[in-house]
């Protein structure tokens, strides 16, 4: 199994999604060990937010030209534009320019993705659109919501798993 190390692209953010979509892709085990650390050089205060949110939405764009069908792209890249921006929202107009302008850095990357481009396997990609934030459809939590709204009841999610995370405090990883 040759999955490679992280791509140099990436530098950062998403350089985990994609090394892990290689590793899976080819057969291989992803294992969590609650004892490894990893140690960042400056604590979260002090991330410059709308620096990570365009390298995020960047390399998210990236993430779905490589490994996604092209007939899923329009798809993929809307959620991809729409999570960033909802992501950036509490941040401000600032990080929400910074999210948009990383997704058009990522569309303008197309000729550098296409260099890397493999097909993923279906059963894999659908576990990534569950999986990670920017990749969920965009109108479901906005059904969820009216739904709760108008009844006071949460609906119950039709594929299980655990509700989606407000990334807007974290780097989306």
Same mark, same amino acid.
């Given at each position: 199994?040759?999955?490679?190390?992280?791509?140099?692209?990436?530098?950062?953010?998403?350089?985990?999604?994609?090394?892990?979509?290689?590793?899976?892709?080819?057969?291989?085990?992803?294992?969590?060990?609650?004892?490894?650390?990893?140690?960042?050089?400056?604590?979260?205060?002090?991330?410059?937010?709308?620096?990570?949110?365009?390298?995020?939405?960047?390399?998210?764009?990236?993430?779905?030209?490589?490994?996604?069908?092209?007939?899923?792209?329009?798809?993929?890249?809307?959620?991809?534009?729409?999570?960033?921006?909802?992501?950036?929202?509490?941040?401000?107009?600032?990080?929400?320019?910074?999210?948009?302008?990383?997704?058009?850095?990522? +569309?303008?990357?197309?000729? *550098? /993705?296409?260099? =890397? @481009?493999?097909?993923?396997?279906? %059963?894999?990609? #659908?576990?990534?659109?569950?999986?990670?934030?920017?990749?969920?459809?965009? +109108?479901?939590?906005?059904? *969820? /919501?009216?739904? =709760? @709204?108008?009844?006071?009841?949460? %609906?119950?999610? #039709?594929?299980?798993?655990?509700?989606?995370?407000?990334?807007?405090?974290?780097?989306?990883?």
């Amino acid at each position: 199994m040759e999955a490679g190390l992280n791509d140099p692209d990436f530098f950062l953010y998403a350089n985990e999604w994609d090394l892990s979509i290689r590793i899976l892709a080819r057969g291989g085990k992803i294992a969590f060990d609650p004892a490894v650390r990893a140690l960042h050089r400056s604590p979260n205060g002090f991330r410059n937010a709308a620096r990570l949110r365009k390298i995020t939405s960047r390399n998210e764009t990236w993430i779905a030209l490589k490994y996604y069908p092209i007939p899923s792209w329009p798809r993929m890249l809307a959620r991809v534009l729409f999570w960033n921006i909802y992501a950036a929202r509490k941040s401000g107009l600032r990080v929400s320019a910074a999210a948009v302008q990383g997704w058009f850095l990522g +569309l303008l990357g197309l000729r *550098r /993705a296409l260099a =890397k @481009r493999e097909v993923m396997p279906a %059963p894999l990609l #659908a576990k990534y659109e569950r999986a990670f934030w920017s990749f969920r459809p965009v +109108l479901v939590p906005a059904f *969820r /919501a009216v739904i =709760k @709204r108008l009844t006071g009841k949460t %609906p119950i999610r #039709a594929q299980g798993g655990p509700e989606p995370r407000d990334m807007a405090s974290n780097n989306g990883c």
